[in-house]
């Protein structure tokens, strides 16, 4: 069981906006902002895509975004495109032991 | 342009050690500004922390490892190396080494992973 919960997949069509929650608790998306995202094509690394809760690294599409609401982050991505189809993972900081905890993954699937 | 790269044997036994290492090139694994780190994800699943290690040697592991976890670092040859002992079938993985952010608060914490290697797959199979 991850630490995190996404949901396990989302769809929208090119051009539409969808979002991605990550639900924790205030031991980790709640008590900081130390939330990131990575995007994960098939058989390739991790990238990514925000940390901070809202900051985009330099080279990733401003059509990516996060937030925040108490216990969940979201993850939300406009102007949908095709290569955007990938799975999604969230993280965050934690209080409690490990330091570093993920969600389990969102796959996206842009119809 | 900072790159990390795994490598190791690609079939290990069950019960045995696991060794992996992830060696840093275009960058110093001694700057003071970056942790570094190994995760995993065993095939068509989720991604799991393993640990983190500073350049001064600080490991952070996770608890559900720890007991099996060994992470290092090799300045003098800018490679981080990890051990994980007595694996079964349920280790089969993809592992990867990345670069870990690190918070600008005190205490300092444990942040954003924002590069990572390629990943090298480990089968333990007899």
């Known amino acids: 069981q991850s630490a995190l919960t996404q949901p396990a997949s989302v769809s929208g069509s090119p051009g539409q906006s969808i979002t991605i929650s990550c639900t924790g608790t205030s031991s980790d998306v709640g008590g900081y902002n130390y939330v990131s995202w990575y995007q994960q094509h098939p058989a390739k690394a991790p990238k990514l895509m925000i940390f901070?809760?809202?900051k985009r690294p330099s080279g990733v599409s401003n059509r990516f975004s996060g937030s925040k609401s108490g216990n969940t982050a979201s993850l939300t991505i406009s102007g949908l495109q095709a290569e955007d189809e990938a799975d999604y993972y969230c993280?965050?900081?934690?209080?409690?032991?490990?330091?570093?905890?993920f969600g389990g993954g969102t796959k996206l699937t842009v119809l | 342009q900072l790159q990390l790269q795994e490598s190791g044997p690609g079939l290990v036994k069950p019960s045995e050690t696991l060794s992996l290492t992830c060696t840093v090139s275009?960058?110093?694994?001694?700057?003071?500004?970056?942790?570094w780190g190994w995760i995993r994800q065993p095939p068509g699943k989720g991604l799991e922390w393993i640990g983190s290690?500073?350049?001064?040697?600080?490991?952070y592991y996770n608890p559900s490892l720890k007991s099996r976890v060994t992470i290092s670092v090799d300045m003098s040859k800018n490679q981080i190396s990890l051990k994980l002992s007595s694996v079964t079938a349920a280790d089969t993985a993809v592992f990867y080494c990345?670069?870990?952010?690190?918070?600008?608060?005190?205490?300092?914490?444990?942040?954003?992973?924002?590069?990572w290697g390629q990943g090298t797959m480990v089968t333990v199979s007899s």
């Open positions: 290690i500073y350049y001064s040697g600080s490991t």
């Open positions: 901070d809760v809202s």
């Open positions: 990345a670069r870990q952010l690190i918070t600008y608060d005190f205490p300092r914490k444990q942040n954003a992973f924002d590069i």
């Open positions: 993280s965050s900081y934690t209080s409690i032991s490990t330091n570093v905890v």
């Open positions: 275009g960058g110093s694994i001694s700057s003071s500004s970056y942790y």
